[in-house]
């Protein structure tokens, strides 16, 4: 069974709207991270936050950690159409140098 | 820059044929990756190494053999190539801690005919 798994399969909104994708996990971990994987292209990582970390940003992104529920939250505000991506979540099990990958999120945005 | 290179980038082969799935890294990273891609199952692990001369199983590993014959390059080998094999096929390279990030490279497009 997955490790982590983001929440929904995909997500539509128009430019300039926000979104939140979700994401839970099962084990103990090192660190979450965010991957978007555009069109025709590799997985590139957004954001690492680390366990003892509750929230971390980057730019428009920001993401959440809460260990406690086992989940984390990628927000993203002022969409544009070149967000437009499948959005993993990733995590390690404490120590290990493996990550397990969710199946991700199709996140849409409409001009 | 960190950088991951894969070739080929597109791939047909025949059921029973050999395949090899070369990738090349220059951000001297000691762990290397290689996974699948298939709609609804994310990215699956299939081999990974801890550096030259290592190789070791991953999540899916079986039909599939790796190399790791330098620092740099590590290569995903199907020896009896089948059709349950067509997938897009992802390699990346990582620091050797816990959770560390992972770079990837643009993929190779596998069909097996």
Request: aromatic letters at 8%; proline letters at 3%; hydrophobic letters at 30%.
């Amino acid at each position: 069974s997955q490790l982590a798994e983001e929440n929904s399969w995909a997500l539509s909104v128009h430019e300039g709207e926000s979104v939140t994708v979700n994401c839970s996990y099962k084990t103990s971990i090192t660190a979450l991270q965010w991957y978007r994987q555009k069109s025709g292209k590799g997985p590139a990582q957004l954001i690492l936050i680390r366990s003892n970390e509750r929230e971390k940003r980057n730019g428009r992104l920001r993401a959440t950690l809460d260990t406690s529920s086992q989940s984390s939250s990628l927000s993203i505000t002022a969409t544009r159409c070149e967000d437009t991506a499948v959005y993993f979540c990733a995590t390690d099990e404490s120590g290990s140098w493996q990550l397990i990958f969710g199946s991700g999120t199709q996140l849409t945005v409409m001009p | 820059e960190a950088a991951v290179t894969q070739s080929p980038r597109n791939k047909v082969a025949v059921t029973g044929g050999k395949v090899t799935l070369s990738c090349n890294q220059t951000n001297n990273h000691n762990n290397m990756y290689w996974y699948r891609q298939d709609t609804g199952h994310g990215l699956r692990l299939i081999h990974y190494s801890y550096g030259a001369g290592s190789t070791e199983k991953g999540d899916i590993p079986d039909g599939y053999k790796a190399s790791r014959p330098s620092q740099e390059n590590f290569s995903l080998i199907l020896e009896l190539a089948t059709p349950s094999q067509t997938s897009v096929y992802f390699c990346a390279s990582g620091d050797d801690w816990g959770g560390a990030e992972q770079y990837f490279g643009p993929g190779t497009r596998l069909t097996v005919l």
